[in-house]
């Protein structure tokens, strides 16, 4: 779906729990595999009960078990075959868990990947003015955290359930074999542990919900105080800051504490219901082989079973934990793919050849008219400056221009072709922006260029790079096209990166640049090299020139004017621009 344009659309809603097994379907041999050695790692772990009574009778009478008549003898060789069996079954037992481990294992990473990418590329897909929804702390906090707690509960823990289950029900079918009157006795407390159980899921799923809700908060907190150090450093606010960011992270200690201490009721659960079913079972148990009724092989088989269910058991509480609140995570994470998508559209626009223009061109926010009855014509081959106070919506008409807003009246022509508003999603295709503050990537200088997604040859990157006069610079640079930008590497001056985006906005396919403030945090030397590399872009594109800067509107063909989300006459906006009076 690269390099295609998309429009704002009304997305379902979608159900994480249900759709996740899409991401399963690539892994879909791994999981069958791991699931039939989970099995048969609780069958073999069942086994084991089941050769205890057996044996530790045959040790204390020094009689073969006649259980295995080919195994039974009055000597020493029943005591070898028994080992070399336990050595075998402990061994078999010990490679189906590490195969079921890694396979299942795979599988569990590779869904929560495609769950991860999967959220993050419905985000890419927003329209822009969506990006109020949520903050940007707890976006980042459903995508990684909510995610993974998604990947535990939906597909960690129903692993666990069957892994464990299957475990509990082998160990269960000894019990009942070996001893079904004790057996039914300890099926009783069932129910009231299931219940309590029930209940505590039902917390804790609350209390997950609030934990991860003042995640978010901590992270929007976290970011927004790393991005305004100089302003804190400034007026000497470390401590009241670290006030504000402690307020957050004590909520969320709060919500973690009451949710783990949740959490820790349902062993308590477990293990008094399982000390109140071998107390009774014990009890029971002792009349019965009074009376002959029950062997000590048999009692000692079954009470093996039943210490041994205790971890099984455990377990699947916990998993039940986990799914409940994971619970929490897959609302949040619904939310997330339920906000309004864009939608692919038509065919790309092709190379301008003359003009592309806005007619009365409005876009509103809710009841606000941001833009309204907004004209303005660029022709290729010139340069157009847009001046304007701060507010005046400058960088609204230049994201509809691009293609990234979608406006709400108005019609948009490409030599002399008209279409509607709602169409507008096609100039993305033959228009480029240049942000105020581009975007640096942590990695190459030729990835810094292609983005990612054009296939450009060294030669077209050179060219590109000595049309915004950073040629020299490059070269200079230890490994050319292939060094390291961006955190960990070469750090480039802000001219440096705004030329950058020039040269990456020249290598794609548009006939049409938009800059918006590109001389924002430039000094002298580097606005007199954006002005020089202007007259260079002009040759083949139609360029929209956003600035404050009266020396950067000099340099236009002409100057148009938007102030208050309007645009007066080509007269009142030359004087405007000349008086300086933005």
Not at 204 to 209: F, G, N, Q, S
Not at 285 to 302: D, E, H, M, Q, Y
Not at 424 to 433: I, K
Not at 520 to 543: K, P, Q
């Amino acid at each position: 779906m690269d390099g295609v344009a998309y429009a704002f659309w009304p997305h379902q809603t979608l159900d994480v729990g249900l759709s996740f097994s899409s991401f399963l379907r690539p892994q879909r041999s791994r999981v069958v595999v791991g699931v039939i050695a989970m099995a048969a790692a609780g069958v073999l772990t069942a086994f084991y009960a089941y050769l205890s009574g057996p044996l530790l009778v045959a040790l204390l009478t020094g009689e073969g078990p006649g259980r295995f008549a080919g195994v039974s003898g009055t000597e020493g060789p029943w005591i070898t075959t028994f080992a070399f069996v336990l050595v075998g079954v402990a061994l078999v037992k010990g490679l189906v868990h590490l195969g079921q481990v890694a396979l299942l294992t795979k599988a569990v990473e590779e869904a929560g990947r495609g769950l991860r990418h999967r959220v993050f590329d419905h985000l890419l897909r927003r329209p822009l003015r969506a990006e109020g929804v949520f903050s940007r702390g707890d976006l980042v906090t459903r995508v990684v955290d909510d995610v993974a707690r998604v990947q535990q509960a939906v597909f960690e823990a129903p692993l666990v359930l069957i892994r464990e289950g299957v475990a509990a029900l082998a160990l269960a079918g000894v019990a009942v074999f070996m001893a079904p009157q004790l057996a039914a006795l300890g099926i009783l407390v069932l129910p009231v542990t299931a219940m309590g159980v029930a209940a505590l899921s039902r917390k804790v799923k609350e209390a997950a919900a609030a934990g991860q809700a003042e995640t978010g908060h901590l992270a929007a907190r976290t970011l927004r105080g790393l991005e305004a150090r100089r302003e804190v450093k400034s007026f000497q606010a470390e401590a009241a800051e670290g006030g504000r960011f402690d307020a957050h992270c004590a909520a969320r200690a709060r919500w973690a504490t009451r949710q783990q201490v949740l959490r820790a009721f349902s062993p308590l659960i477990n293990e008094v219901s399982a000390a109140l079913a071998i107390a009774g079972v014990l009890l029971y148990a002792a009349g019965l082989v009074g009376r002959g009724a029950l062997s000590a092989a048999a009692l000692i088989s079954f009470l093996t079973a039943i210490f041994m269910l205790y971890r099984p058991v455990k377990a699947m509480g916990n998993a039940l934990q986990a799914r409940a609140a994971g619970a929490a995570s897959i609302e949040r994470v619904d939310e997330v793919l339920a906000l309004p998508q864009e939608e692919p559209v038509g065919s790309p626009l092709p190379a301008l050849e003359q003009t592309v223009a806005l007619r009365g061109v409005g876009f509103r926010v809710d009841d606000e008219w941001i833009l309204r009855g907004v004209s303005v014509e660029l022709r290729k081959g010139e340069v157009v400056g847009l001046g304007g106070p701060s507010g005046a919506g400058k960088s609204t008409l230049a994201d509809v221009l691009s293609g990234l807003l979608v406006a709400t009246e108005g019609q948009w022509g490409w030599d002399g072709s008209w279409g509607a508003a709602g169409e507008g999603a096609r100039l993305r295709t033959q228009v480029s922006l240049v942000p105020q503050r581009p975007l640096l990537l942590d990695a190459s200088l030729r990835e810094n260029l292609t983005f990612g997604v054009l296939e450009e040859s060294d030669d077209e990157l050179w060219r590109a790079l000595a049309r915004v006069r950073l040629g020299q610079w490059a070269q200079g640079l230890a490994g050319g096209l292939d060094a390291f930008l961006g955190e960990g590497g070469v750090p480039p001056s802000g001219g440096e990166l705004q030329r950058i985006a020039l040269a990456r906005a020249l290598l794609g396919s548009s006939s049409v640049i938009v800059l918006d403030e590109p001389a924002a945090g430039l000094d002298r030397c580097n606005e007199e090299a954006l002005i020089s590399t202007l007259g260079r872009l002009r040759i083949d594109h139609a360029v929209l020139l956003i600035t404050h800067r009266k020396t950067l509107l000099a340099a236009a063909d002409r100057v148009v004017h938007l102030e208050g989300g309007r645009m007066p006459s080509a007269p009142a906006s030359e004087a405007r621009w000349k008086s300086c009076n933005f």
